[in-house]
């Protein structure tokens, strides 16, 4: 659905050298971050967006969404692709509402990403889960970094991590796997309660055996 761009082109093909599916995601980054140079890629995407006609705007509008804290904005997204790119626009930190970003987070994809402009604080964390709920009961820091642009990084679906604070006018650009989990787990500091996050899409069945 999306129109060609030449950058996110030549970037799909690398990922598809590089055989996503089948190698480890740090190989995955260093494809990503030999690739990327913030400010052309900044250039390319102003240019693509101010490009798109009408029917390619609404598809981009249509597969993005809203958080909590930042805007996900889904700028590629090929069926026969193994991944997907993004560009995360952070919202001003006084209209940041709890429970996003700033939780403590797993995903249910591997990603890496670039910062394109401002920077974040980034926290990864250990944790702990009930064995009966498989909630997150306790988290503990293990790292802690001030990032800026230019820099990049990889998490899988396993590891857990927290931004709880950004620059105004922060803007990172993703590369997503697809899914390789169910869902994903969240634990909120200010309460200290563990959430699961299922997909709509995948609850249709559970739904129609509900009605």
Same mark, same amino acid.
């Given at each position: 659905?999306?129109?060609?761009? #030449?950058?996110?082109? *030549?970037?799909? *093909?690398?990922?598809?050298?590089?055989?996503?599916?089948?190698?480890?995601?740090?190989?995955?980054?260093?494809?990503?971050?030999?690739?990327?140079?913030? !400010?052309?890629?900044?250039?390319? =995407?102003?240019?693509?967006?101010?490009?798109?006609?009408?029917?390619?705007?609404? !598809?981009?509008?249509?597969?993005?969404?809203?958080?909590?804290?930042?805007?996900?904005?889904?700028?590629?997204?090929?069926?026969?692709?193994?991944?997907?790119?993004?560009?995360?626009?952070?919202?001003?930190?006084?209209?940041?509402?709890?429970?996003?970003? +700033?939780?403590?987070?797993?995903?249910?994809?591997?990603?890496?990403?670039?910062?394109?402009?401002?920077?974040?604080?980034?926290?990864?964390?250990?944790?702990?889960?009930? #064995? +009966?709920?498989? =909630?997150?009961?306790?988290?503990?820091?293990?790292?802690?970094?001030?990032?800026?642009?230019?820099?990049?990084?990889?998490?899988?679906?396993?590891?857990?991590?927290?931004?709880?604070? !950004? *620059? +105004?006018?922060?803007?990172?650009?993703?590369?997503?796997?697809? #899914?390789?989990?169910?869902?994903? =787990?969240?634990?909120?500091?200010?309460?200290?309660?563990?959430?699961?996050?299922?997909?709509?899409?995948?609850?249709?069945?559970?739904?129609?055996?509900?009605?």
């Amino acid at each position: 659905m999306t129109s060609p761009v #030449p950058a996110l082109s *030549q970037l799909a *093909q690398r990922m598809r050298e590089i055989d996503v599916p089948e190698r480890p995601w740090s190989a995955v980054h260093r494809g990503v971050s030999d690739w990327v140079d913030g !400010a052309v890629l900044r250039a390319v =995407l102003r240019r693509h967006l101010a490009d798109l006609d009408p029917r390619h705007t609404e !598809a981009l509008v249509a597969r993005s969404r809203e958080t909590t804290t930042h805007f996900a904005w889904c700028l590629r997204d090929h069926v026969d692709e193994p991944f997907t790119f993004w560009l995360h626009e952070y919202k001003p930190r006084h209209e940041w509402r709890p429970g996003y970003a +700033d939780s403590v987070h797993n995903h249910r994809y591997h990603f890496c990403t670039v910062i394109l402009r401002g920077g974040y604080r980034h926290e990864r964390y250990a944790t702990t889960t009930d #064995p +009966d709920s498989g =909630l997150i009961t306790g988290v503990r820091l293990t790292r802690r970094t001030e990032c800026l642009a230019g820099d990049s990084g990889f998490l899988t679906a396993h590891d857990f991590h927290r931004i709880p604070c !950004a *620059q +105004d006018g922060t803007m990172t650009f993703l590369v997503k796997s697809r #899914p390789v989990r169910r869902w994903s =787990l969240s634990w909120d500091p200010s309460t200290g309660i563990g959430h699961r996050h299922v997909p709509v899409e995948s609850r249709l069945g559970e739904l129609t055996s509900r009605l």
